[in-house]
């Protein structure tokens, strides 16, 4: 059974920081081209950042570029996401997603993937 797990979200102050980590389960994690989204309130779900399967390459949506940053550990199963100079409007359900290198596509988009965590809470105070 395939799981994508994340963990790390929580509540901080604008300003903060927070690292959120998604293990993959059930998978060859090493096959797997890896991202993270989020959906605010009200909103559509948004790209935010992805990794290639050999952590070579990786891509950031304006909004968090230069404040996030992706990596992965293969040895670990797992994808990161450190958050840094947090705002309120990154306030959000964050999702790690995967997306088999054989399936290609816009890695920007969540129609390139094909698994999902079930999210977690990142709340950021004004």
């Known amino acids: 059974q395939v799981q994508l797990v994340e963990s790390g979200g929580g509540l901080v102050q604008a300003g903060g920081s927070l690292r959120l980590s998604c293990v993959v389960s059930?998978?060859?994690?090493?096959?797997?081209?890896m991202g993270w989204f989020r959906r605010a309130p009200g909103k559509e779900r948004e790209f935010i950042a992805t990794?290639?399967?050999?952590?070579?390459?990786?891509y950031y949506s304006d909004s968090v570029k230069g404040r996030f940053s992706i990596s992965r550990d293969n040895a670990k199963n797992s994808v990161y996401l450190q958050m840094n100079s947090l705002k309120p409007e990154d306030t959000a359900v964050y999702y790690c997603?995967?997306?088999?290198?054989?399936?290609?596509?816009?890695?920007?988009?969540?129609?390139?993937?094909?698994?999902w965590g079930q999210g977690t809470q990142v709340t950021v105070s004004s």
């Open positions: 997603a995967a997306a088999h290198i054989g399936r290609g596509g816009n890695y920007y988009s969540d129609s390139a993937y094909d698994l």
């Open positions: 059930g998978r060859t994690f090493s096959w797997y081209v």
């Open positions: 990794i290639s399967a050999n952590s070579l390459r990786t």
